[in-house]
């Protein structure tokens, strides 16, 4: 996916340095996630845990 930048926006794809943020800054608020079809602390850890493995495989 192409970095996206227009002037109040920027869309890219998520990076494992995103997860701690994510989560701190929106992903623990009920009102931004009470009507999720999934469970976000589960979908937080399989992301770590697969951004890890994507990187073991690169080294």
Known sequence: MQRLEIERLILRK?????????FK???T?????KFLLWNL????????????????MKD
Request: proline content about 0%; cysteine-free.
């Open 41 to 56: 602390k589960l979908m937080m850890r399989d992301f770590v845990m697969k951004e890890r493995n994507l990187m073991m």
């Open 29 to 33: 608020d009920s009102n931004v996630n």
């Open 14 to 22: 998520f990076e494992l340095t995103d997860a701690e943020e994510m």
């Open 25 to 27: 800054d929106w992903a």
